[in-house]
Structures are given as structure tokens and as C-alpha cells.
């Protein structure tokens, strides 16, 4: 049976030998007494090796499929742990060996808890970039506008788990996180304009937000909505409202010019004013600087356009009222000034043309104003001039008074009030002397303010200038009768005082005659004559050029003899002074 044995070790050897020995005697021994013929002996001995050999051979097929496979796992090993170094972007492990040793068993347990490790990092490494995309994800998704829908399931790239690539993740959730702070932050913004505006204007903010998207109500417990759709319809909607804002402020502003000058116009009370005080207070400002809440609601707009329609209406009833107040404007500016006042024959018309209906309020009212503003300019431009015919006008009453006063023969008198008459003909004598002097800057004045403007100064539908030169041509002729008749003046002077004298040594009582009230105060007289005379309306005659200034001093020597008489007293003084 030395046949059967196989190099497997001594000890393997010695057990089988023993044990087959001890079974082929029994064999013997059972043959023997069965009587077994050789060849039966021989098959079944033939047999007994075929099967041994064959599993020997099935334990050795085993063995080396064993082999294999803890060869293959060793590989497996060593390649998981080198596409995990790579995949998690490092370059080794501590503690793995470097070099193998040892049996298949001893090398699969020496890189299996290197593995185990490198495993673990991978899951680790795994779990940070899911949450990393899955966070992406999200913040794309609220981003999009897409925070609704079901989110799609993360892939990872397990080929690429290095930190390098976890970082660029990492920036780019970063960079979505700051953009979604910016978007809300937007947002917030324009929610609270539309709130600012929405509280200007007495609108709904919470419906004009709920009609943009839902998700932007507080109330609704939901994401906010940041795509670039909803920033858009918010830029629209706020802008729609400064829109509103500044149509509604500028309708404002016309209503309350528009009841300003209705108010001025009707004289209407404060109480009446006064419900409208904030319309008048937004004249003022700017559409940025209203911010007062419910300062340009539609109900106010409302009301302040029925208001403006009821003082339309009002102001239609009462414009021929309106009117007579602006032409009595008119003619005092034109009184004071003494220029032309339209005559009442056109304002007649006009006062018909409302009754009828034929003419516009407004326009009416406005060619007024600007006839009541021409009127003003010229008078403004008229008052230098016209305060020195004033002065010039006071001083000719004096210079008349004084006139008639040296015209007394009893000026000299002992009567009550005679001294006051002294004194006035002093102050007299002092305004007479400057009257030439006023004279000459008249001329100057009324020269150069026709110059200026290419037209004749007219007073009184006379040209000044025609009555200034007439009062020097007059004034030197009397100047010369008063050289001639100085000589006879001073000798019935005389002859006066020698009558005085013998009165008085005849009467020794002074005399009580007093000056005629007539005589002395006459100039006061005709001087408010001819104040109310030239206050009178002035522009009877059309105006005239320069060139027309002779033809008004005809017009003085031919016509004017009211004016005349105003300005250079009794025409018959001359000829008494003869």
C-alpha cells in the first residue's frame, strides 16, 4: 500500500499507513473466510486506490481554489485602497505596510484595517458632499423659483471626493447663500416700499403683495419666492405705485392751484379753506417728500375735485360779482396812476357777454390779471414821476395861495390868525423857489421815461411834457410882468403904509378884519378840486407816440381848459396882474 502515500507531512503519513494497514487485514480476513477468488480481490483493492486518489484530488482542487480566491481578495484589496487614496485625493495611510509579507491570510489582515479606515472616510466624505449639493440644490431650486417641487435625487461623483472638490462645492453654496441673502434682502425691500407707498396712497399692501405671489405674505408660512420673475414683478409694481404716487401728487397740485386761486377770487372763509388746508400744504413739496401716511388717498383726490367743481360752479354764478371787483382793481391802479381806465362802454359789453355765456370764465379772468398786471408795471414804472407831479402839484397850490395872498391889502394887518398866515407864506415862499428846480428834473424824468419806453407820458389824457412847457412859458411871462410892475408895487406899498398910519393915530382900537376865507384858503380848495379832477379816468385818448408831443400842446391851448385851469389858475391872472 506504499503506493497510496503522498508527500504530506510526516505525521499525515504515519496516521494513514496505520489506519489503511489495520483495514486491508480486516479486508484479508473477511476474503478468506468468504472464500473470495484472487481477481475479485484484485478489482475491489483497484478500486479502493481509484477512490482515494480521486479525493485527494478533490481536496487538492479545494485547496487551490482557496488559494485563488484569497489572492483575489488580497488584489481587491490593495486596488479598493488605492482608487480610495485616489478618489479621496490622498497619497497614503499611517500605518499601512508598505511592503507585502507573510501568507495570503496574513497580508488579506494586515491591509483590511487600512480599508476598514479608508471606508470610512469615504462614507464620511460621501455624507459632506451630499449635504453640500443637497444644499445647492436647494438654494438653486428657492433661486429658480422652484422651492415647490419635489427635489430631484443628489448624485456624487465617487471617482472625485478630494477636499479640493469638496471646497469649490463648499464656495459655491457660499456664493447661493449670498445671493439669496441679496435676493431677500431685495425683497424685504421692495415689500417695504410697497407698504410706505401702499400707506401714502390708502391702498391694500397685503393684497397688492398676495396678487404678486403668495409665498411673500408673512402669513402664509411659506418660502419666499427670490427668482428673478418675482424681483421683477415687485420693480413693476413698485414703480406702477410712484407712479400712482406722482400722478395723484400732481393732480393735487393742480386741484389746489386750482383752489387757491378760486379761494382768492371768491374772498371764501377759513372754514371753508380750511378742510383743504393739506391739498394747499403739497403745493410745496416734491413727490419724494411726501411721506405722510394717507396724504394723497383717492378719497382725497375725490373730494378735492368736487370741491373745486362746486367753486367752478360757484365762481360761474358769481363772475359777473368777480369781475366788477377786478375792474374796480383796475381803475384804482389807473386812478392812482392817472393813466387810461377802459371805458364802460367795453366793460359793459363785457358784463353782457357774461350774462350770455358767450365768453370763458377763465379767459375772462385771466385778461384781467393781465391787464391788472400791466396796469401795475406801468404804474411802478410811472411812481418817480408821479411822486414829483405830486410835489410839483402841492407847490403850484401854494404858489396860487401865495398869489392871492400878496394880492391882500390886508395882509398885514393886526387880525387873529394873521401871524399863521405869515408863516404859511414863508413856507410858501421856500416851495415856490424850488418849483423851477422841480420843473427841470420833471422834464428830465418824463423825457427820458418816454425815451425808454417810445411813448408820450400822458396825465389826465394830456402829455406831461406839453404841460410842463406851457407852466415854464407862462411862468416867465408872469416873471417879466413882475419886473415891470415893481417900481408901481413898491409905491402903492408905500402909500398903503402912510394910510395905516394916519388910521391908526385917528383910531386907536386895532382892526378886526380878517382875510377872506375865500381868499385865504381858496388854494386848499382848488386844489382838492383838482385832485378828484385828475383822478378821473385817463385813458379816454389812445396812446401816443413821441412824435405826437406837439399835438398835445395844441391840445392844451386849444382845449384843456379844465386842466389849464387846475394847474395854472385864473386864465384872467395875467392880464390883472397888467
Same mark, same amino acid.
Given at each position: 500500500? +506504499?503506493?497510496?502515500?503522498?508527500?504530506?507531512?510526516?505525521?499525515?503519513?504515519?496516521?494513514?499507513?496505520?489506519?489503511?494497514?489495520?483495514?486491508?487485514?480486516?479486508? #484479508?480476513? =473477511?476474503?478468506?473466510? %468468504?472464500?473470495?477468488?484472487?481477481?475479485?480481490?484484485?478489482?475491489?483493492?483497484?478500486?479502493? @486506490?481509484?477512490?482515494?486518489?480521486?479525493?485527494?484530488?478533490?481536496?487538492?482542487?479545494?485547496?487551490?481554489?482557496?488559494?485563488?480566491?484569497?489572492? #483575489?481578495?488580497?488584489?481587491?484589496?490593495?486596488?479598493?485602497?488605492?482608487?480610495?487614496?485616489?478618489?479621496?485625493?490622498?497619497?497614503?495611510? $499611517? +500605518?499601512?505596510?508598505?511592503?507585502?509579507? +507573510?501568507?495570503?491570510?496574513?497580508?488579506?489582515?494586515?491591509?483590511?484595517?487600512?480599508?476598514?479606515?479608508?471606508?470610512?472616510? &469615504?462614507?464620511?466624505?460621501?455624507?459632506?458632499?451630499?449635504?453640500?449639493?443637497?444644499?445647492?440644490?436647494?438654494?438653486?431650486?428657492?433661486?429658480?423659483?422652484? !422651492? *415647490?417641487?419635489? $427635489?430631484?435625487?443628489? =448624485?456624487?461623483?465617487?471617482?472625485?471626493?478630494?477636499?479640493?472638490?469638496?471646497?469649490?462645492?463648499?464656495?459655491?453654496?457660499?456664493?447661493?447663500?449670498?445671493?439669496?441673502?441679496?435676493?431677500?434682502?431685495?425683497?424685504?425691500?421692495?415689500?417695504?416700499?410697497?407698504?410706505?407707498?401702499?400707506?401714502?396712497?390708502? /391702498?391694500?399692501?397685503?393684497?397688492?403683495?398676495?396678487?404678486?405671489?403668495?409665498?411673500?405674505? *408673512?402669513?402664509?408660512?411659506?418660502?419666499?419666492?427670490? !427668482?428673478?420673475?418675482?424681483?421683477?414683478?415687485?420693480?413693476?409694481?413698485?414703480?406702477?405705485?410712484?407712479?400712482?404716487?406722482?400722478?395723484?401728487?400732481?393732480?393735487?397740485?393742480?386741484?389746489?392751484?386750482?383752489?387757491?386761486?378760486?379761494?382768492?377770487?371768491?374772498?371764501?372763509?377759513?372754514?371753508?379753506?380750511?378742510?383743504?388746508?393739506?391739498?394747499?400744504?403739497?403745493?410745496?413739496?416734491?413727490?419724494?417728500?411726501?411721506?405722510?401716511?394717507?396724504?394723497?388717498?383717492?378719497?382725497?383726490?375725490?373730494?378735492?375735485?368736487?370741491?373745486?367743481?362746486?367753486? *367752478?360752479?360757484?365762481?360761474?354764478? &358769481?363772475?359777473?360779482?368777480?369781475?366788477?371787483?377786478?375792474?374796480?382793481?383796475?381803475?384804482?391802479?389807473?386812478?392812482?396812476?392817472?393813466?387810461?381806465?377802459?371805458?364802460?362802454?367795453?366793460?359793459?359789453?363785457?358784463?353782457?357777454?357774461? /350774462?350770455?355765456?358767450?365768453?370763458?370764465?377763465?379767459?375772462?379772468?385771466?385778461?384781467?390779471?393781465? #391787464?391788472?398786471?400791466?396796469?401795475?408795471?406801468?404804474?411802478?414804472?410811472?411812481?418817480?414821476?408821479?411822486?414829483?407831479?405830486?410835489?410839483?402839484?402841492?407847490?403850484?397850490?401854494?404858489?396860487?395861495?401865495?398869489?392871492?395872498?400878496?394880492?391882500?391889502?390886508?395882509?398885514?394887518? %393886526?387880525?387873529?390868525?394873521?401871524?399863521?398866515?405869515?408863516?404859511?407864506?414863508?413856507?410858501?415862499?421856500?416851495?415856490?423857489?424850488?418849483?423851477?428846480?422841480?420843473? *427841470?428834473?420833471?422834464?428830465?424824468?418824463?423825457?427820458?421815461?418816454?425815451?425808454?419806453?417810445?411813448?408820450?407820458?400822458?396825465?389826465?389824457?394830456?402829455?406831461?411834457?406839453?404841460?410842463? @412847457?406851457?407852466?415854464?412859458?407862462?411862468?416867465?411871462? &408872469?416873471?417879466?410882468?413882475?419886473?415891470? #410892475?415893481?417900481?408901481?408895487?413898491?409905491?402903492?406899498?408905500?402909500?398903503?403904509?402912510?394910510?395905516?398910519?394916519?388910521?391908526?393915530?385917528?383910531?386907536?382900537?386895532?382892526?378886526?378884519?380878517?382875510?377872506?376865507?375865500?381868499?385865504?384858503?381858496?388854494?386848499?380848495?382848488?386844489?382838492?378840486?383838482?385832485?378828484?379832477?385828475?383822478?378821473?379816468?385817463?385813458?379816454?385818448? $389812445?396812446?401816443?407816440?413821441? /412824435?405826437?408831443?406837439?399835438?398835445?400842446?395844441?391840445? =392844451?391851448?386849444? +382845449?384843456?381848459?379844465?386842466?389849464?385851469?387846475?394847474?395854472?389858475?385864473?386864465?384872467?391872472?395875467?392880464?390883472?396882474?397888467?
Amino acid at each position: 500500500m +506504499g503506493s497510496f502515500q503522498t508527500p504530506i507531512g510526516m505525521r499525515s503519513s504515519t496516521l494513514l499507513e496505520t489506519s489503511c494497514g489495520f483495514l486491508l487485514q480486516e479486508l #484479508q480476513i =473477511i476474503w478468506d473466510e %468468504v472464500g473470495e477468488d484472487k481477481f475479485e480481490r484484485e478489482k475491489v483493492l483497484l478500486d479502493l @486506490e481509484q477512490e482515494c486518489l480521486e479525493v485527494y484530488r478533490r481536496k487538492v482542487d479545494r485547496a487551490n481554489i482557496s488559494r485563488a480566491c484569497l489572492h #483575489q481578495e488580497v488584489a481587491e484589496a490593495e486596488a479598493e485602497f488605492t482608487h480610495l487614496l485616489l478618489s479621496l485625493g490622498e497619497r497614503s495611510l $499611517p +500605518g499601512r505596510p508598505e511592503k507585502r509579507a +507573510g501568507s495570503l491570510k496574513e497580508q488579506l489582515d494586515s491591509i483590511t484595517p487600512a480599508l476598514q479606515e479608508m471606508r470610512l472616510r &469615504k462614507e464620511e466624505r460621501l455624507n459632506q458632499f451630499r449635504a453640500v449639493q443637497g444644499q445647492i440644490q436647494k438654494i438653486s431650486a428657492e433661486i429658480a423659483g422652484n !422651492s *415647490d417641487k419635489e $427635489p430631484s435625487t443628489i =448624485i456624487v461623483n465617487e471617482n472625485d471626493l478630494s477636499l479640493k472638490r469638496l471646497e469649490e462645492y463648499q464656495n459655491e453654496l457660499q456664493r447661493l447663500y449670498n445671493e439669496k441673502n441679496e435676493r431677500l434682502q431685495q425683497v424685504e425691500k421692495y415689500i417695504d416700499m410697497i407698504h410706505s407707498l401702499s400707506t401714502i396712497l390708502g /391702498n391694500d399692501s397685503s393684497a397688492i403683495i398676495m396678487e404678486v405671489h403668495p409665498s411673500l405674505n *408673512d402669513l402664509c408660512g411659506i418660502t419666499k419666492n427670490i !427668482s428673478d420673475t418675482i424681483l421683477d414683478k415687485l420693480n413693476i409694481t413698485v414703480e406702477s405705485l410712484f407712479e400712482e404716487k406722482k400722478n395723484r401728487l400732481d393732480k393735487l397740485h393742480h386741484l389746489g392751484k386750482a383752489l387757491s386761486n378760486l379761494w382768492n377770487l371768491m374772498d371764501t372763509p377759513y372754514s371753508e379753506r380750511h378742510p383743504f388746508s393739506h391739498v394747499i400744504h403739497l403745493l410745496s413739496l416734491s413727490s419724494a417728500e411726501v411721506t405722510d401716511p394717507g396724504s394723497l388717498t383717492l378719497e382725497i383726490v375725490q373730494q378735492t375735485e368736487a370741491e373745486v367743481k362746486r367753486l *367752478d360752479q360757484l365762481k360761474a354764478s &358769481k363772475m359777473k360779482e368777480l369781475f366788477q371787483k377786478k375792474q374796480e382793481e383796475l381803475e384804482l391802479i389807473c386812478k392812482k396812476s392817472h393813466v387810461e381806465i377802459p371805458s364802460r362802454e367795453e366793460m359793459n359789453n363785457i358784463i353782457n357777454l357774461i /350774462n350770455s355765456g358767450e365768453i370763458d370764465h377763465s379767459d375772462l379772468l385771466l385778461s384781467m390779471d393781465e #391787464q391788472i398786471s400791466r396796469a401795475k408795471e406801468e404804474a411802478s414804472s410811472r411812481k418817480a414821476i408821479m411822486e414829483k407831479v405830486e410835489k410839483w402839484m402841492l407847490a403850484r397850490d401854494e404858489e396860487r395861495w401865495l398869489e392871492e395872498y400878496s394880492r391882500d391889502e390886508n395882509r398885514y394887518s %393886526v387880525s387873529r390868525g394873521a401871524h399863521k398866515n405869515l408863516r404859511r407864506a414863508e413856507r410858501a415862499r421856500i416851495m415856490v423857489s424850488r418849483i423851477p428846480a422841480l420843473v *427841470d428834473m420833471l422834464i428830465k424824468m418824463t423825457r427820458s421815461w418816454e425815451e425808454e419806453r417810445n411813448k408820450v407820458f400822458l396825465y389826465d389824457q394830456v402829455p406831461l411834457m406839453a404841460i410842463l @412847457e406851457e407852466y415854464n412859458v407862462l411862468r416867465r411871462e &408872469k416873471e417879466e410882468d413882475m419886473k415891470r #410892475q415893481q417900481p408901481w408895487e413898491k409905491k402903492r406899498i408905500q402909500i398903503q403904509v402912510v394910510e395905516r398910519e394916519n388910521t391908526y393915530t385917528s383910531r386907536p382900537s386895532t382892526s378886526s378884519r380878517r382875510l377872506p376865507s375865500r381868499s385865504l384858503n381858496g388854494a386848499l380848495d382848488s386844489s382838492v378840486i383838482m385832485n378828484k379832477r385828475l383822478s378821473m379816468g385817463i385813458h379816454q385818448l $389812445p396812446p401816443n407816440t413821441i /412824435n405826437s408831443g406837439n399835438q398835445g400842446v395844441s391840445f =392844451i391851448k386849444d +382845449g384843456s381848459n379844465a386842466l389849464r385851469k387846475k394847474i395854472f389858475g385864473d386864465p384872467a391872472f395875467t392880464s390883472q396882474m397888467r
